[in-house]
């Protein structure tokens, strides 16, 4: 029987978990994280948006296969009201009127440039009464299209669907190893993997759990994940790096009965702004490339004058009452793993990129398997990475077409 190590409790490593029950028993299963709080960076601080369609065709089937599993979950689990789950219409909005060209440049590193998700998307329409949410701050000249009505996007509050997740392959019998770091493999008298000694962060103690596959899925910090584990073992990069990203939560102030998603331009930003059902708009788009990974152990502080100019933003967007000011309820920075290619690596690396002293040679379904670099989209793509990585790792033909996110 195989025995399954996964590095980085995530939403991609839960989502991997889930899906592996379906395939090995859940004592087989071991999740081990360093952080002292889980879900402090990308999977609880993201903003939890969903879309069907919004890729490049290599992630064409894995997005589309994704966005069924979270809608089939959340239809199963009750996800509205466990995490958030609900569709969400998605609008541009320009308070100075239309950009020129009617749209904002098309990249797949729109990211990395500071520009807007929704520019990844060209069909557009007026809006039509009701699908503009009452509480977005009108201004004479402005423009407002329609993205999506709902029918290919979502929205989730990541934080709490983590924690879904998390408590799902707990209460199944998954173990749990936090706050613990992996520290090295292990293999036998013929070279082949056989285990990962992990030490834990509170005791210093090590321990060796039996393994045969092991899942590199800790976001940012994958690639310091894989050197430590492997030390001068290897012969790949894994080129992930960091994007650090500021964010709100505020109180709607007005009930929340359709959920929007809101791409807008405005001061040299591309701010999103995200309304749940439970009554909270999220906010982001101020990024910085610059900000230094910090350790997996350490939650990153946010800078003051980051929080700043979304404040401002966040007051241009959201009409609240005269004379009363926004309520926030939370603010956090996030670190997501982006790739030059602009897209994520998942995938089991081959012998040949590893050591010539270990061995990954019983079968495809043995060996180091990578799933990271999901930049803004891990929260859309979990599910679908998730059930692909556990078909891979069992030896089942994946149910989307994963052949060009491989080294």
């Given at each position: 029987?195989h025995?399954?190590v996964?590095?980085?409790?995530?939403?991609?490593g839960?989502?991997t978990a889930?899906y592996l029950?379906q395939h090995?028993?859940a004592?087989?299963i071991?999740?081990?994280d360093p952080a002292?709080?889980?879900?402090?960076?990308?999977?609880?601080?993201a903003?939890?948006?969903?879309?069907?369609d919004?890729?490049r065709p290599?992630?064409?089937t894995?997005?589309e296969l994704?966005f069924e599993?979270?809608?089939?979950?959340?239809?199963?689990?009750?996800?509205r009201?466990r995490?958030g789950?609900a569709?969400?219409?998605t609008?541009?909005?320009?308070?100075d009127?239309?950009?020129?060209?009617?749209k904002?440049?098309?990249?797949e590193d729109?990211l990395l440039e500071?520009?807007s998700?929704?520019?990844?998307v060209d069909?557009?329409?007026?809006?039509?009464?009701?699908?503009?949410?009452?509480?977005?701050?009108r201004a004479?000249?402005?423009?407002?299209?329609?993205?999506?009505d709902?029918?290919g996007?979502?929205?989730?509050?990541?934080?709490?669907f983590c924690?879904f997740?998390?408590?799902?392959?707990r209460?199944?019998g998954v173990?749990i190893h936090n706050p613990?770091?992996?520290v090295?493999v292990?293999?036998?008298r013929?070279?082949?993997?056989?285990g990962v000694?992990?030490s834990?962060?509170?005791?210093?103690?090590?321990a060796?759990i039996?393994?045969?596959r092991?899942?590199l899925?800790?976001?940012c910090?994958?690639?310091h994940?894989f050197?430590?584990?492997f030390k001068?073992r290897y012969?790949?990069d894994?080129?992930?790096?960091s994007l650090?990203?500021?964010?709100?939560?505020?109180?709607a102030?007005?009930e929340?009965t359709?959920c929007?998603s809101?791409?807008?331009?405005m001061?040299g930003l591309?701010?999103e702004?995200?309304?749940r059902p439970?009554g909270?708009?999220?906010?982001a788009?101020v990024n910085?490339?610059?900000?230094?990974l910090?350790?997996?152990t350490?939650?990153a502080v946010?800078?003051?004058e980051?929080?700043?100019?979304?404040?401002?933003v966040?007051?241009?967007l959201?009409?609240?009452?005269d004379?009363?000011d926004?309520?926030i309820?939370r603010?956090?920075?996030?670190f997501?793993?982006?790739?030059?290619r602009?897209?994520?690596?998942?995938?089991?690396?081959t012998?040949?990129?590893?050591?010539e002293?270990i061995k990954?040679?019983e079968?495809?379904?043995a060996g180091?398997f990578?799933?990271?670099g999901?930049?803004?989209w891990?929260i859309?793509l979990?599910?679908?990475?998730g059930?692909?990585?556990?078909e891979l790792?069992?030896g089942?033909?994946?149910?989307?077409?994963?052949s060009?996110l491989g080294?």
């Amino acid at each position: 029987m195989h025995e399954t190590v996964i590095l980085g409790s995530g939403v991609i490593g839960l989502s991997t978990a889930y899906y592996l029950l379906q395939h090995q028993p859940a004592e087989s299963i071991h999740l081990v994280d360093p952080a002292r709080e889980l879900f402090a960076s990308a999977s609880g601080y993201a903003g939890g948006f969903l879309a069907k369609d919004w890729f490049r065709p290599e992630l064409a089937t894995l997005a589309e296969l994704s966005f069924e599993e979270h809608r089939k979950l959340a239809e199963e689990e009750n996800g509205r009201e466990r995490w958030g789950y609900a569709k969400s219409v998605t609008l541009s909005y320009e308070p100075d009127g239309p950009l020129p060209g009617g749209k904002e440049k098309r990249g797949e590193d729109w990211l990395l440039e500071g520009s807007s998700r929704a520019g990844l998307v060209d069909a557009r329409r007026g809006h039509e009464e009701g699908e503009v949410p009452t509480w977005l701050r009108r201004a004479d000249g402005d423009s407002v299209r329609v993205i999506d009505d709902g029918s290919g996007t979502a929205i989730v509050d990541p934080l709490r669907f983590c924690r879904f997740l998390l408590e799902k392959v707990r209460a199944a019998g998954v173990h749990i190893h936090n706050p613990a770091s992996a520290v090295r493999v292990e293999t036998d008298r013929d070279g082949m993997l056989s285990g990962v000694v992990v030490s834990s962060s509170e005791t210093s103690e090590e321990a060796v759990i039996s393994a045969t596959r092991v899942l590199l899925s800790a976001g940012c910090w994958t690639p310091h994940v894989f050197y430590e584990l492997f030390k001068n073992r290897y012969y790949i990069d894994i080129p992930i790096q960091s994007l650090g990203g500021h964010s709100l939560v505020v109180k709607a102030p007005c009930e929340v009965t359709t959920c929007h998603s809101v791409y807008a331009t405005m001061d040299g930003l591309s701010p999103e702004a995200y309304s749940r059902p439970d009554g909270v708009i999220y906010l982001a788009g101020v990024n910085h490339a610059s900000i230094p990974l910090p350790k997996p152990t350490v939650k990153a502080v946010t800078f003051d004058e980051s929080i700043q100019k979304l404040k401002d933003v966040a007051r241009r967007l959201v009409a609240v009452p005269d004379g009363e000011d926004l309520e926030i309820l939370r603010q956090g920075l996030c670190f997501r793993p982006v790739t030059q290619r602009g897209t994520p690596y998942v995938a089991r690396l081959t012998d040949e990129k590893l050591g010539e002293d270990i061995k990954m040679t019983e079968g495809a379904t043995a060996g180091v398997f990578v799933a990271a670099g999901h930049g803004p989209w891990g929260i859309s793509l979990s599910l679908g990475t998730g059930k692909v990585v556990a078909e891979l790792m069992s030896g089942k033909p994946p149910s989307a077409d994963i052949s060009s996110l491989g080294f």
